[in-house]
């Protein structure tokens, strides 16, 4: 089963994506989801979020400026996210590796914090 990953852009098929927590980018949706007063599982930046959904992963890539869009591999034990009300269609592991660059940009997205 293919997983997908939107994100920071400019990464190569062998980089790894590692959460947060081990990047120190403060460029994260948790962020504005803390800002909304989500619980603490939907802000967690200990987690890579990868999805069987490349729709859904090209949505959360629009959130960064030319965020691109990665086929990736989950590494580590892969857990269902807790936020997702879809069964299967959203993940949570502790890295994933880009196995191909599905889209090099999408339309960046504004987020209302009103």
């Known amino acids: 089963m ?8 400019g990464l190569k098929p062998g980089a790894l994506i590692l959460p947060p927590d081990q990047t120190g980018t403060n460029h ?15 802000i ?19 959130f960064y400026p030319d965020g691109a869009l990665y086929r990736v591999q989950p590494h580590g034990q892969l857990e269902p996210d807790p936020d997702c009300a879809e069964p299967g269609l959203s993940w949570q592991c502790p890295a994933a590796e880009v196995v191909a660059v599905a889209a090099a940009a999408a339309r960046r997205l504004s987020v209302d914090r009103a």
């Open 2 to 9: 293919p997983y997908f990953h939107g994100g920071h852009p």
């Open 44 to 62: 967690r930046t200990d987690v890579v979020y990868v999805t069987t959904g490349r729709d859904v992963a090209r949505a959360y890539a629009a």
């Open 28 to 42: 994260r949706l948790s962020a504005v989801s803390a800002e909304l007063g989500a619980p603490a599982h939907a």
